[in-house]
């Protein structure tokens, strides 16, 4: 190859090389731009696990709702601050005719996030495809509906077969879809053998939705990457005192395995916030910390102790009475809560304002461990409890009862208190700890037992074999319904809602016409009236509610709503916006 062919072949090469380098470095540069511009308006959460689904009808798993709740919405939603029913997709408060029993809905001119309009038909696709795969959860509730009839592209009436005072609550807070995304979807899966799992088995990828966010990208295992929704109705909006954003350009949703790593990252700056009930033992060292803030706000939430009101000894409900006033709730919230929560008066807790009962009978309120002691002794005697060795208090403290009798004169046999172990919930196993040492000293022969919870849920759900428990439910609706569904009779059946075998028919009566009372005001009257039948007869003793705890860093936004249930909803990530 003779010198100038090799000469213009190195030319050739090196021109070659800078021109490449040159693209490289604008790529380069537009990129790292992009991911500058991007970062200016970037909220990073983080995530304790997984979302484990982000198909809406499958979704169960709180990680998962927090991504979708982003994307799905609801005609109407609850304020923040009062909880009442306010329209969301819903333009206006419903018209309500109670001689047809219907409801007029007129909708918000508001867009899908691929830009098409939201209508009247993606509702109508809604209900249509709720009763005809059932799909839980929804079915059950919107059977109500005897049909629905389109007025126009933003007005419907729903007719009822029944008044219903869930309606709006339970009903018209499900999650609108889009006909043109779920309809081919639902259509095949109608043909399959098993049409349900064929719909919420199908993978999506990019969820269509009205909300504030959409998906933008996902990687397993690592990150959940949302941008703003350039469509979102609530822009620029006054709903609910607030003027909606959102006020950031994405989220960045970072997992996280464990809340060591989480919390580490938050006191980094790694993360804006961890989307997580944060343990107590954080809390100390994370206010601390300058650019943290930590939030308290009340929990929707019950923990209790149930009993089996089917067969002895807690088929009578003097004993049940006086093992409520034997437990120190207030030892149970300095010292397990470590002062995070508060005692539960109630089935409903004290944060539902509207609905929860401040009047009902109360157990060792404002009593020390002596007063209580003797209260429930002579609650005992007098309903026929006997000793072989009674329970006394001397100088030196109480002295433990021996050999209990029940009124019919048989000998109380051993019972044992399941709890969940001390390593799925702390507080639950350590509570039914100490109620055992405080039942015990009148003579109860109780044993507190940590159980697995899938066990410890089939015993008592599936199988009725047990004597008491601990449970919760950490996050209640905020509707009172769920009192029918705990407490109504026909749900003492193995996997049903009445755990504890409860069965009174005047509360049975109240609990079914409640839900179709529809003026609040008359409603609340019968909710009132069921808890205090509830904390007389005590089929659950309510124990507490602890806060939830949030943390976030102060260091880049601003804004966060506080509500019942915490920081964590999507007022906050409509609201949120950058400090400067």
């Known amino acids: ?37 991007d970062k200016a308006g970037l909220l990073k959460i983080g995530l304790p696990a997984e979302p484990k689904s982000l198909n809406v009808w499958l979704a169960s798993d709180g990680n998962s709702r927090k991504i979708l709740s982003q994307i799905y919405q609801p005609l109407y939603i609850r304020d923040p601050k009062t909880l009442k029913i306010i329209p969301w997709l819903a333009k206006k408060d419903p018209v309500f005719n109670e001689e047809e029993l219907s409801y007029t809905v007129k909708l918000r001119d508001a867009k899908w996030s691929d830009g098409t309009d939201f209508t009247s038909d993606d509702v109508v696709f809604t209900k249509n495809l709720i009763l005809d795969f059932k799909i839980p959860r929804y079915a059950s509730k919107w059977k109500v509906i005897k049909k629905l009839v389109v007025i126009d592209d933003h007005t419907l009436v729903f007719y009822l077969k029944k008044p219903s005072a869930i309606f709006l609550s339970r009903v018209l807070n499900a999650p609108m879809v889009s006909k043109k995304e779920w309809g081919s979807i639902a259509a095949k899966a109608l043909k399959t053998e098993k049409p349900l799992r064929a719909l919420r ?9 009205t909300g504030p966010f959409m998906l933008a990208e996902y990687k397993k295992g690592a990150y959940v990457y949302m941008k703003k ?10 709903i609910a005192g607030f003027i909606l954003g959102p006020y950031i350009d994405s989220i960045l949703f970072k997992i996280y395995g464990t809340s060591d ?53 807690f088929d009578n409900k003097i004993l049940r009475q006086a093992i409520a006033t034997l437990i120190d709730k207030e030892f149970i919230l300095t010292r397990i809560l470590q002062g995070y929560g508060s005692p539960m008066r109630s089935i409903i807790p004290s944060g539902n304002t509207f609905w929860y009962n401040p009047n009902v009978r109360q157990y060792g309120t404002g009593l020390n461990n002596k007063e209580r002691f003797k209260k429930a002794y002579e609650m005992l005697k007098k309903a026929g409890y006997t000793w072989d060795t009674e329970p006394l208090i001397s100088e030196k403290g109480i002295v433990e009862g021996q050999g209990i009798h029940l009124p019919n004169g048989n000998l109380m046999e051993n019972f044992v208190i399941l709890t969940p172990p001390a390593d799925y919930d702390p507080k639950r196993a350590f509570a ?17 037992r940590p159980m697995s919870f899938n066990s410890l849920l089939d015993r008592v759900k599936g199988k009725h074999e047990f004597d008491a428990f601990i449970l919760g439910y950490g996050k209640l609706n905020l509707d009172p319904d769920y009192l029918r569904a705990f407490f109504y009779s026909k749900y003492d059946k193995p996997r049903g809602w009445n755990m504890s075998g409860y069965n009174n028919p005047v509360f049975d009566k109240m609990a079914t016409k409640q839900r179709s009372v529809v003026n609040e005001e008359k409603r609340k009257k019968l909710i009132w009236e069921m808890q205090a039948i509830l904390l007389e007869d005590l089929p659950y003793i309510p124990l507490y509610n602890p806060h939830i705890l949030e943390a976030v860093s102060k260091t880049h936004f601003k804004g966060w709503v506080e509500k019942v249930d915490g920081i964590g909803n999507i007022w906050s990530l409509c609201m949120v916006k950058k400090n400067n």
């Open 432 to 448: 039914g700890m100490m109620i055992q040492e405080w039942i015990r000293k009148m003579g109860l022969p109780a044993f507190a």
């Open 1 to 37: 190859m003779s010198q100038q062919n090799k000469s213009n072949r190195f030319f050739k090469i090196s021109l070659t090389r800078i021109l490449y380098t040159g693209l490289m470095i604008l790529i380069l540069g537009f990129g790292l731009s992009c991911q500058k511009k």
């Open 229 to 238: 929704n350039p469509h979102f109705f609530g822009t620029g909006k006054k």
């Open 261 to 313: 790593v989480a919390v580490l990252a938050l006191k980094k700056g790694d993360i804006d916030m961890f989307w997580w009930d944060i343990q107590p033992g954080y809390i100390n060292d994370l206010k601390t910390q300058p650019d943290i803030q930590v939030f308290l706000n009340k929990k929707s939430a019950l923990y209790y102790m149930g009993f089996n009101l089917r067969k002895p000894p």
């Open 201 to 209: 088995n199908h993978i999506i990828k990019t969820p269509l939705g």
